[in-house]
Structure formats: structure tokens, C-alpha cells
């Protein structure tokens, strides 16, 4: 994991005393709150519909039991006891004071953690797979190349006041576990013919209101122009992308109107001028980063073979247990989505035992997953059963990865002052509707996710069933989505017809699924069904 | 010229700042004003005629004048560049960060919260147009 030196510290030290500062002008009345929005929503500090919310940032979903301790304290410290871990791979506690606010940084700060670019029109968190450094599949491990974005974009001094909101977002294995495609700026990390590892580019993907899928702008970009090169991109973005219009904003848009091969001409150009600055750091740099994400020391004599006596906990392994690229070891996905919970929601004492697990069983690593799960790394296979048996006591062994009661899901109506309808509780019902463990195996993998508004924060456009919620004359309805993916096979979900309100969109779901299962082939997905039938036979289902 | 802040030795400009228009128009201006949709690299072929760069910032929000600083920066632009408009106190830093040497703020800043936010950070993580050595450079000897 990466570890800050004096100069990461004492960065994040100042912003500490900055931002103490500027809450104390606005407890005082010198800040008005209009004055004050801008500087706070800086610090990933919102004011929701019953008090402030407070986001911390998890650079690219990576952390250690020290500070996953630290979450702990500060969700019964400062919150009521709990933290919603988010699809940005961030953690955002619902209750917090503003008074409170500058201590809770100072706090973080201590374990290497802030609230840095967390909101606002800036570059945010950057994002990567949650199997990074651990999966099988992987051709490099993007982390590195995700700290040194993390370090370029913290406070960059050209970017802090884009149009709009940036996500960039970095992977290296085929299957796509992060939404690579739905970020402003995807990179996944490729080998040329010469056997070097560089980046693929794609830009301008998002949901929001007008879903794209970011097109490949780039086939190649070495670690030593990475910087300059995203430089370039964002540069042209921030001198032409729109200003008059919030909705149409995000780069996507400028993409979508000036065109890919327009968009790449002037960042070609742009480049060109950019990189005779001297802007990137030397591969020095990226090595000392780099150095710091080496494997952990595995035990080379770890036993292949898992214990499968007890029929729960082999569904446990089955469900939620991935292939690891060290023998002997493997992947655990925590779901903190249990039946009837609200999803991504952790207690302070189930984040606690998290951390506990990741000290004694993955070598002190922990990651957040964009589905809102939590993962441990690197655990020995030897050691699952006994990580299966401490979660199971702690409500955490939910054996439901990728399955229809994995529900992604934004706050909501029941937190946000954007929303439309609540997502919280239709998660719920739905979850509980499909509660039978057997009946979500029978339906295999099948992506669900929940909107409460067109902003899309739930990514109901990447859900092979995804719902929206919506404002129809003062009462909330919901409209049903089918056939999205955020994976290697992104596509965007097409909406079924006329919306439903609570109980009709549970049952248009269960409807959904029944068809599934009637014109299905042996093995196949959800989401490979309905690419092959097309959306007719589920919308006789469902409006018949 | 009373609210105008300034980080240079140099007298200041009299001259008052034409339209980019009015500019390219005439051969005999010094001064002119970007607004922030304009190209500044219009202005690129004409630098070393030029004693003041004035950049407007219509709200705080648009942030296009930040890029017309640095590229004007990057093309040698010397002379004074002034950001203009809805420039708020937390603000100055990028800005300098930039390339700005002087601010004209809609509504004047207090000079005590302005020193303290130019020395807030000790150390910055990029390049940038203000000759600050990122903190890679630092590492890196």
C-alpha cells in the first residue's frame, strides 16, 4: 500500500487548518452559506435534506485496518454509529455536524486520509478494481498508476473549477469490475508488442441523464507521458466543454457534439505543447510508487484445497470467493448487503471486525468495491473458513455476490435533496422478494441497480435490470431499465415503457425474472437472455 | 487601480485594456482584456507587445481562465496578468499557481487571509506555471 512521506502529510495537514478556518468564518456569520458552498463542497462536505454529510475520500478503494478503524471511530465518534460505503469506492457518514467537521479531518489526517476533492467540479477519487494486485487476470496492478493521478489531480491548479464534476477511473485485467467505460476518463492498462505496459484511453463515458460509453481515444500512452497526456485532455475539456448548461457539462457532452476524432485531434495538439513542459516526473518517481504496492509476502507452502464440509460456508465459497493469482490464496468479497439492509450501510462494530479480519487474514488490506461491497485481497484459503465463520457472526456473510439481492443503490429521498424517490427501501422489498437463496443461484449473476433520481449516482443505466426513480405529478414511480452493463461488455439499459410505483416495479421485476427463466438457455446469464430475445418477451410480461 | 493586488516590482499599467477585438484590430495597444471564452492564444503571435493580460472571471465558478493563464505563461507572456471578476480569497492560490501576477476582485479580499492562503501549502504536487519545484521533483533530487 502506498505511505506518505513527509510531503503527502504535511499537504494534507494544511487543508486540515484551511478548512478549520473556514468553518470557524462560517460558524462566526462572516461566511454566508452561499459563500460557504463553495469552500466546503471543496471537502466533500454536502448539506443534505436532515443535516451535513460528510464524504471521505478512499483513494482508487484501497485502505488498511488502521484506518478502516478509523472510519469506525469516527461513525460512532461523530455519526450514529454507521457509514455508507459508496459506488465512488468513498465512505460518506449521513449525520455529521459542521461544528464536528475540522476534528474528523484532523482525525483522518493522522491515519493518511482527507475528504480532498470528494465533491465539487474537480477531478474526484480515482477509482480502479477492487482485485487490484490480487486477480488472476490482471496484466499489471493499476494502483501505482492510480496514486500518481491521485497525487497530480490533489489541488491541481488548472482543474479545480471544470465544468462539471471528472472521475477517471484505472484497470488492468480484461473483465472490467469498475465501470472503466462509464468514467469521464477510462484507462486500462495494456502491453504493446514490445511487451511494455501503457495505457489505453478511452474518454468521455458517465451516466447522469445522457448515458454514453467513453470511445477509445488512445491505443497507448506510456507511464512516462501518462500525466501530460491526461493533462492535455483535460485542458481542452476545460476550455471548451459547455459552461452555459449544468446538464451538459460533463465531457461527455463535448465528445458526443465535436466527435471522437475531433476531440482526439485537439488533445493530439494540445499535447504536442504540453509535453515540452516538463510536466511528467521521472520514471524514478514512478518506481518509488510503484515499490510500494509490491506483493505481500505469501507463504508458498499455502494448502490449494478448501474444506467443504459445511454446506453454508461452501456457498459462501462459491458465491463470494474468487480465483487469486497466488496459489494457495484467494479473493473474499464482504457483502454488506443483506437481506432487508440498506446497501453499502456498515456498523462501526462490523467495520471493526473488517479490520480485524484484513490484519489477521490479508495482510492488512481492505478494498471498496463500486457495488458497494467490501473485499479482502489476499486471504489464504486455509483461513476462509475461519474468516466465513467470524463474518457469519457479525451479519456479513451474505452469500450473494453478483446475484439479484446485490442491489447497488443511492441514498435516495430518504438523504439527498436531489432525489425524486426513495431507493433505500424499494432495495428492500425487492431483496426481500427474493430472499430464497436458492432462487437468486437459479437466476444466477444478474446486476440490479437503483436510481432515486436521473442523476444516476445508483447506475441503473449499467444494471442489467435497472430501475429510476422518478418525480410523476408529486408521487414517486419508477421506471424499469433492461439490459445495461458497467463490465467489459458496457452497454446502456433501454427503458421497458410507462413507470410503476412501489409494489408494481417489485412485481414488474419478479415478472422480468420469471421470463428469464422461461426462454432462457442452459447456463445462460440474465443479461446474455435478454441480448438474445431482445426486450419484446419481457415487455409482454410485464404490460401484457 | 486602488484594489488591484500586485505581485510585481514593476510600475503599474496605465493604459486601460482594449477587447480582444478592438486588439487584434489595432497595432498600437498594450493592454487587453480576455474574456473567458475567448482563445488566448489568439493573443500568442502579439506577447511581446504587450504589458497587460487582463482575464476575466464572470463568476467563480468558470474556471476557463486558469487554462488562458497558463497557456499565456507557457508562451513566455512576461508581462503583467491579471485576473479580473468574481476572484475570491481561496482562489488566489491556483491563480498565482497559474501564472497571475495581479487580481482586480469584484469585491475586495482581505490582505491578511490572502497571505495566509499563498502560504498555506508547502509543497505542491505538479508543474505548473508559478516555477514551484512538485514535490516529485523534490523526491527526486
Known sequence: ?544 | MDDVLRYRDDAAHEEPAVTLDAFLGQTNATAVRLESDEDARALIPHLDRLALIEVSFPAFRDGRGYSSGRILREAGYTGELRAAGDVLVDQILPMRRCGFDSFAPDKPLDPAAVERALGRYDAVYQKAADGRSPVWALRHG
Open chain 1, 1 to 544: 500500500m502506498y505511505k506518505y512521506d513527509s510531503y503527502d502529510q504535511t499537504i494534507v495537514d494544511a487543508r486540515v487548518e484551511e478548512f478549520r478556518e473556514q468553518v470557524a468564518r462560517r460558524l462566526s456569520g462572516e461566511l454566508s452559506e452561499d459563500q460557504f458552498k463553495p469552500l466546503r463542497l471543496m471537502n466533500g462536505l454536502y448539506l443534505q435534506l436532515h443535516a451535513y454529510m460528510l464524504r471521505v475520500a478512499i483513494p482508487y478503494g484501497t485502505l488498511d485496518a488502521r484506518q478502516m478503524r478509523m472510519l469506525a471511530h469516527v461513525a460512532r465518534k461523530y455519526d450514529r454509529g454507521y457509514g455508507h460505503f459508496t459506488t465512488r469506492q468513498n465512505i460518506q457518514y449521513n449525520w455529521i455536524e459542521l461544528k464536528h467537521t475540522p476534528d474528523i479531518l484532523a482525525e483522518l489526517a493522522t491515519v493518511e486520509m482527507h475528504a480532498i476533492q470528494t465533491s465539487g467540479n474537480c477531478i474526484r477519487n480515482i477509482s480502479s478494481d477492487q482485485f487490484a494486485g490480487a486477480a488472476a487476470d490482471e496484466i499489471a496492478d493499476p494502483r501505482p498508476w492510480a496514486e500518481l493521478l491521485r497525487q497530480w489531480s490533489t489541488f491541481h491548479p488548472e482543474f479545480s473549477y471544470l465544468p462539471r464534476k471528472f472521475k477517471i477511473c484505472v484497470i488492468a485485467a480484461q473483465e472490467d469490475r469498475a465501470a472503466m467505460r462509464l468514467h469521464d476518463i477510462g484507462i486500462q492498462l495494456v502491453k504493446n508488442d514490445a511487451g511494455e505496459v501503457g495505457a489505453a484511453i478511452y474518454v468521455g463515458g458517465g451516466m447522469g441523464r445522457t448515458p454514453m460509453i467513453a470511445p477509445l481515444i488512445k491505443a497507448f500512452v506510456p507511464i512516462d507521458d501518462l500525466l501530460s497526456y491526461v493533462e492535455a485532455c483535460l485542458r481542452v475539456y476545460n476550455r471548451y466543454g459547455r459552461r452555459d448548461n449544468i446538464y451538459k457539462a460533463r465531457i461527455k457532452i463535448l465528445l458526443h457534439e465535436i466527435g471522437a476524432d475531433e476531440y482526439r485531434r485537439q488533445v493530439e495538439e494540445e499535447w504536442a505543447h504540453v509535453k515540452s513542459l516538463g510536466l511528467d516526473p521521472p520514471r524514478a518517481e514512478f518506481d518509488r510508487i510503484a515499490a510500494m504496492f509490491a506483493a505481500p509476502a505469501y507463504d508458498a507452502a499455502a494448502p490449494d484445497a478448501i474444506d467443504r464440509d459445511d454446506p453454508d460456508f461452501a456457498l459462501w465459497v462459491d458465491q463470494n470467493v474468487k480465483p487469486h493469482k497466488q496459489p494457495g490464496y484467494a479473493i473474499a468479497t464482504i457483502s454488506l448487503k443483506p437481506v432487508g439492509g440498506i446497501p453499502g450501510d456498515a456498523t462501526a462494530e462490523q467495520i471493526d471486525l473488517m479490520a480485524d479480519l484484513a490484519e489477521r487474514y490479508s495482510f492488512d488490506e481492505l478494498r471498496v468495491t463500486h457495488a458497494q461491497n467490501i473485499v479482502l485481497p489476499y486471504v489464504r484459503k486455509a483461513d476462509l473458513h475461519a474468516v466465513w465463520q467470524a463474518l457469519d457472526g457479525a451479519g456479513l456473510a451474505t452469500a450473494n455476490l453478483d446475484l439479484i439481492s446485490d442491489i447497488i443503490a443511492c441514498p435516495g429521498l430518504d438523504y439527498c435533496s436531489l432525489a425524486n424517490a426513495r431507493s433505500i427501501p424499494l432495495a428492500q422489498k425487492i431483496a426481500t422478494r427474493f430472499s430464497s437463496m436458492e432462487r437468486q443461484r437459479d437466476l444466477g449473476e444478474l446486476k440490479l441497480k437503483i436510481s432515486g433520481c436521473i442523476n444516476a449516482c445508483g447506475h441503473h443505466h449499467a444494471g442489467h435490470i435497472g430501475i429510476l426513480g422518478v418525480d410523476k405529478r408529486g408521487t414517486e414511480n419508477y421506471q424499469l431499465l433492461l439490459g445495461g452493463s458497467g463490465a467489459e461488455d458496457a452497454s446502456l439499459g433501454r427503458i421497458t415503457g410507462p413507470g410503476f410505483d412501489e409494489d408494481g416495479i417489485v412485481d414488474a421485476v419478479e415478472r422480468t425474472v420469471e421470463t428469464y427463466r422461461a426462454v432462457r438457455t442452459e447456463g445462460e446469464r440474465f443479461l446474455d437472455t435478454y441480448r438474445r430475445v431482445g426486450i419484446e418477451p419481457f415487455k409482454e410480461a410485464i404490460y401484457g
